[in-house]
């Protein structure tokens, strides 16, 4: 099973900071790299699928890169509306792995 | 718009069978174009990939899970079940059904129910 590891596994940032979260593969997982955010008591919503595609709807604000094991999700300018845990997700090969996931907070 | 809700029976005895049912609506259930998941997420924990499958054709499976394991698409019905059998207190958690999509390189989950609640419990 290919293992999903992320850091921090919690941060708090102001309204307005550049927030980075990465999320990191046991094995090369070329693109196949989803990330979530979930708010408390609600499901996933997804944020970026493919490593860096947004889908319709999610703010540009939020942005992904990476590849093979190494992944980044940013957040250019953090918005009071961002707190969560956010996930991210590989699927390139069964069983399609959750990292443990970044608590976001807003101070 | 789709939309996916959950249903099932909120508390489990152990070594029973869970059944679970998510209901699609906005849209079709019998379509190869995308596929169809559940995943589970015990409290105050993260998120398991239990299985995804299509409406028809070869499921896969977390291999942690698969023997106790059954999917099923009831395509009159536009709903996908989940049976897990042999509960133990291990398997509380938020079940979540979801639209996956695996088309080119592409292979997300873009669309989730609002989840529900499983207690094993005596």
């Known amino acids: 099973d290919i293992q999903m590891t992320q850091s921090p596994s919690s941060l708090s940032a102001s309204v307005g900071d550049r927030v980075t979260i990465t999320c990191r593969a046991s094995q090369t997982i070329n693109s196949y790299l989803n990330w979530y955010q979930q708010k408390p008591g609600k499901a996933p919503k997804l944020l970026i699928y493919?490593?860096?595609s947004l889908p319709s709807g999610v703010p540009s604000r939020f942005s992904g890169s990476g590849s093979g094991t190494d992944f980044t999700l940013t957040i250019s300018s953090l918005q009071p509306e961002d707190f969560g845990a956010f996930y991210c997700?590989?699927?390139?090969?069964?069983?399609?792995?959750f990292g443990p996931g970044t608590k976001v907070d807003i101070k | 718009q789709l939309q996916l809700q959950e249903s099932g029976p909120g508390l489990v005895k152990p070594s029973e069978t869970l059944s679970l049912t998510c209901t699609v609506s906005?849209?079709?259930?019998?379509?190869?174009?995308?596929?169809w998941a559940w995943i589970r997420q015990p409290p105050g924990k993260g998120l398991e990939w239990i299985a995804t499958f299509p409406y028809s054709g070869s499921a896969y499976y977390n291999s942690s899970l698969k023997s106790r394991v059954t999917i099923s698409v009831d395509t009159s019905k536009t709903q996908f079940s989940l049976k897990l059998s042999s509960i133990t207190a291990a398997d509380t958690a938020v079940y979540y059904c979801a639209r996956q999509w695996l088309v080119d390189y592409h292979n997300f989950m873009d669309v989730w129910g609002q989840g529900t609640t499983v207690t094993v419990s005596s």
């Open positions: 906005g849209d079709s259930i019998n379509t190869n174009t995308y596929y």
């Open positions: 493919t490593t860096s």
């Open positions: 997700q590989q699927t390139y090969s069964t069983p399609f792995t």
